[in-house]
């Protein structure tokens, strides 16, 4: 396979960009190699400036669940763009879009847009302490949040330690605030509880954990974790920015019936433009500003080109009959030969899946929280991620992420894909 091209713009590209790209994972370090520049994409496919093509098996780490460039959104840009990029103003998209939202997800009775997937879990957690009056709050091991300073912590030794910052620049000032759980682990957090008693704002989570690998909650947790913040007067946020409209309309908490106060969104929202959002309890928005005294603030936030491919998403999500239906397939059909595969080849991976997101694990645990994600062999993934990007089969470059399923995969992609996973491993082992 040439990737010359793609490796000379990477060449170039680090002499005027941090480490050659705008997000740290798109690098390929944790799988070693070069990665490769787009140049297009389209339906089940990406193309690079080698002109190589791959099937798509992350999806712009999730928003492209119809595929790249299909035509609904493609339309609905195109039809914004001519009447202007950007006003400052409210628009009646804005409204169409909320609402279609309060429809999907009906946890959330008020919806404030912003730009990204951090966005809205930073003024969510500001939104939880304002309307609680307390300070801290607690995540979970191995959760990803984005990139706000409060987010990055990592474990000091087990649950009930106060949290270190895992990068430079976040204060201890500011990471004292942030409490560590184990995932899957209600005892963890109600020793948390207990020890900060009073005093903890929220309880964040992805309530389907997709950024250790695909995780899924155990009987119990989230109902348990519901009826903890329903005693302590604690806000419960699923941060569904991953999981939003992918698992189901209405998202994790459809899925597994467990109704949060505030809800994150991202990704999918957009329908591929930078597009994030917060939204619950009426009684919980009603603290934003300008009605209430939480300040948050976004100039380009609601743009009106982000909220048509955005809207354009919802509603076919909304309207058209068994998309999820059609997901769920092509993930059981995928999932299920990539499972005969192993136990012809006599392998006893772990597997996580659940609808239109899977995660194989080099490891022979049964992955339940950070722990376990742990024990995967990270640099037999690496030789797996390379053996299947030569046979033209885009993954996410990293065993600690999901895969994301669209809808444009057709049976011969998923024959294609099973087929090249199964000559991927016989290669690596
Ligand atoms: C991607 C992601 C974020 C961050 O979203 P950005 O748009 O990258 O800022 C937050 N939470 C979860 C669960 C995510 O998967």
């Not at 791959?54 to 959104?73: A, D």
Request: glycine residues 12%; proline residues 5%.
């Amino acid at each position: 396979m040439d990737i010359s091209n793609s490796k000379s713009l990477f060449a170039n590209a680090q002499n005027f960009i941090p480490g050659g790209v705008n997000s740290p994972v798109r690098a390929f370090k944790a799988v070693g190699g070069d990665p490769l520049f787009i140049k297009k994409a389209d339906g089940a496919y990406l193309y690079d400036e080698d002109d190589n093509r791959y099937i798509e098996l992350i999806n712009s780490w999730g928003p492209m669940i119809l595929g790249h460039n299909h035509p609904v959104i493609k339309e609905a840009v195109i039809k914004a763009m001519e009447s202007g990029t950007s006003f400052g103003a409210p628009t009646a998209k804005e409204i169409e879009i909320a609402a279609l939202i309060t429809k999907m997800v009906p946890s959330v009775e008020k919806v404030r847009m912003v730009n990204s997937g951090t966005e809205a879990t930073m003024s969510a957690v500001r939104l939880a302490r304002g309307f609680t009056g307390r300070d801290k709050f607690i995540k979970f091991e191995g959760n990803y949040h984005g990139h706000g300073d409060s987010f990055l912590i990592a474990a000091g030794s087990g649950a009930i330690t106060m949290g270190a910052p895992n990068s430079p620049g976040v204060t201890i000032g500011t990471a004292k605030d942030t409490l560590l759980a184990l995932y899957n682990d209600l005892e963890s957090v109600e020793q948390l509880i207990e020890a900060n008693k009073a005093e903890v704002a929220a309880i964040i989570l992805e309530p389907v954990p997709g950024n250790m690998g695909l995780v899924l909650p155990e009987e119990g947790f989230l109902q348990g974790l519901r009826k903890l913040c329903d005693e302590e007067g604690i806000v419960l946020i699923f941060d569904e920015v991953m999981t939003g409209f992918r698992l189901a309309k209405g998202g994790a908490q459809e899925v597994f019936g467990v109704t949060p106060d505030l809800t994150t969104m991202g990704k999918i929202i957009g329908g591929g433009m930078p597009v994030g959002a917060y939204g619950g309890k009426k009684e919980i928005m009603d603290f934003v500003s300008p009605v209430g005294p939480v300040y948050q603030a976004g100039t380009l936030s609601g743009n009106p080109i982000a909220m048509a491919a955005g809207l354009a998403m919802l509603q076919y999500l909304d309207q058209e009959p068994g998309v999820y239906n059609q997901l769920e397939s092509i993930g059981n059909k995928l999932v299920g030969g990539v499972k005969q595969s192993l136990s012809k080849l006599g392998l006893n991976y772990s597997m996580n899946h659940l609808g239109s997101m899977y995660s194989l694990f080099f490891s022979e645990e049964k992955i339940i929280d950070f722990e376990t994600a742990k024990t995967s062999d990270t640099a037999l993934f690496g030789k797996y991620f390379q053996a299947m990007l030569k046979r033209g089969v885009y993954l996410p470059p990293s065993q600690f992420e999901s895969l994301f399923l669209s809808t444009s995969l057709k049976e011969e992609h998923i024959e294609y894909i099973i087929q090249a996973n199964e000559e991927s491993l016989k290669e690596i082992l």
